[in-house]
Nanobody
Framework: QVQLMESGGGLVQPGGSLRLSCAAS????????MGWYRQAPGKQRELVAF???????NYADSVKERFTISRDNAKNTVDLQMNSLRPEDTAIYYC?????????WGKGTLVTVSS
């Protein structure tokens, strides 16, 4: 059974940092695109960042220079290091893995940036 499980969310003050992790299981995800979306209250889900199997990365403009995505193909994990967090980064963050027409989602982890 395929499963993606996020961890690392929580409450952080503006300017702080958090590291999200996603562990995928049930198949070999080394060839999959892996990444993160987020959904803020009352807003549509938006792409935050993704990373290809070879390590090429892509970021939303709103998180460039602040967030860093990485993956470990041997462990089927993808991480998101989030620095200089802002209140507008508050959202549920979802991990995903995609290949062709197949896409798998985690259940999400809540990140709240507030003083």
């Amino acid at each position: 059974q395929v499963q993606l499980m996020e961890s690392g969310g929580g409450l952080v003050q503006p300017g702080g940092s958090l590291r999200l992790s996603c562990a995928a299981s049930g198949r070999d995800f080394s060839t999959y695109i892996m990444g993160w979306y987020r959904q803020a209250p009352g807003k549509q889900r938006e792409l935050v960042a993704f990373i290809l199997s070879g390590g090429t990365t892509n970021y939303a403009d709103s998180v460039k220079e602040r967030f860093t995505i990485s993956r470990d193909n041997a462990k089927n994990t993808v991480d998101l290091q989030m620095n200089s967090l802002r209140p507008e980064d508050t959202a549920i963050y979802y991990c995903y893995a995609a290949l062709g027409f197949s896409i798998y989602w985690g259940k999400g982890t809540l990140v709240t940036v507030s003083s």
